[in-house]
């Protein structure tokens, strides 16, 4: 169904939908994409935002954007996908954009977030589909493909490997490359950050909030090739007393034309205006949770669905390139392709044409 307040998504203006937007249509941003129509879907437990283009009934693919990020994040990848008669659909998750926000830390449990895509799914007809997650989008995915098997016919990860005992802390540090992040140097390697985000939560989120446009600037920035093998500031955020150290808020930092659009990173801005960062910042805050979770899935988290897995060769965090980090993926999936793109973590903006053409030939490959 269409938003309560019919709000559609044009070259000019993106509207909120619920909110933070006023009913005779006040923008908190603009998009350079004439494609997307903005949908709201609320149940008794949880409102979702998500953006539509293409055909109604071509077969559906459902893009999960991650951290720090929205739905619009998808923007090329649904204009491509519609393009070719796909029914494309991208959520807010959980925190972000125009969806549900509980200020309660625990409503970020992995549990809380499949639910979430489960009763959005019903709402669109509950046929299986091609499921795509970027970042925390990727782990979302995961869940679900191990959680409600009928509910995909193909799963695309990009940026963050599948980990089917759960996206917990100690499962990621097992797996850190101690050649680049020596233990007793870097007892959390890459992912110092994430311990951060449980040790000190409250200051890692006000140290975001203090200036959103700056942080999303500075965050949103290309992989380099000469950062490979080296180690990465995210290892370093505890001994430096938050992300920002002593200033305890992001330089001031242009935003990137290259990754986003001017009119797409206001947009961007804009979403986070109405809760902070304190709900995506609680995604990291649930490990029991996650991890008993994972637990309750069939066949031990094996994913039987076809599975690609798309690594960014420059992406200091998250690569499964020379390194175990995609050891548990490849034994979890019984079908899976790896590919590797030139780009950071950001593929879904550093690389809009060559992901989606890579999704593309897999799935016409699968049969899918």
């Known amino acids: 169904m269409r938003s309560a307040l019919g709000l559609t998504l044009n070259r000019r203006t993106v509207l909120l939908g619920i909110g933070a937007a006023t009913p005779s249509g006040t923008a908190w941003g603009e998009v350079a994409s004439s494609t997307l129509v903005s949908r709201v879907f609320s149940s008794p437990r949880h409102t979702t935002h998500y953006l539509e283009s293409g055909p109604v009934g071509g077969p559906l693919i459902i893009f999960l954007h991650g951290f720090p990020s929205l739905s619009l994040i998808w923007r090329a990848q649904m204009d491509a996908f519609a393009a070719d008669g796909w029914h494309c659909i991208a959520p807010d998750m959980r925190g972000y954009g125009g969806s549900s926000a509980p200020s309660d830390k625990d409503a970020y449990a992995m549990k809380e977030i499949v639910a979430d895509m489960v009763e959005l799914h019903d709402h669109l007809g509950g046929k299986p589909a091609i499921w795509v997650g970027h970042d925390w989008g990727s782990i979302v995915t995961g869940a679900v493909a191990a959680h409600e098997p009928g509910r995909t016919r193909g799963v695309v990860l990009a940026s963050w490997a599948y980990f089917p005992d759960g ?11 101690r050649t680049i992040y020596p233990a007793e140097q870097f007892p959390d390697g890459q ?46 955020v505890t001994r430096n007393g938050g992300r920002f150290g002593a200033a305890h808020r992001a330089p001031p ?42 637990h309750e899935s069939a066949n031990g988290g094996r994913l039987s669905q076809p599975v690609l897995f798309i690594n960014g060769d420059f992406d200091q965090i ?14 979890a999936c019984a079908d899976l392709t790896i590919t590797s793109l030139q780009g950071g973590h950001w593929l879904p903006l550093e690389r809009e044409a060559e992901i989606s053409q890579t999704i593309s030939t897999w799935l016409k490959t699968k049969k899918l």
Request: with cysteine.
């Open 318 to 331: 998250c690569s499964i390139t020379g390194n175990c980090q995609g050891d548990p993926m490849r034994a």
């Open 191 to 236: 992912w110092d950050y994430a311990r951060y985000y449980n040790t000190n939560f409250d200051g890692a989120v006000a140290d975001l909030d203090a200036d959103h446009e700056a942080y999303l600037a500075s965050a949103y920035q290309p992989g380099y090739p000469a950062l490979v093998g080296k180690v990465s500031p995210m290892a370093m």
């Open 253 to 294: 930092t242009q935003p990137n034309p290259a990754l986003w659009p001017l009119t797409d990173f206001r947009t961007l801005v804009q979403a986070f205006k109405p809760h902070g960062f304190r709900g995506p910042c609680a995604w990291y805050t649930n490990d029991d949770a996650n991890v008993a979770f994972a």
């Open 167 to 177: 996206n917990a802390l100690n499962v990621l540090v097992s797996l850190v490359d």
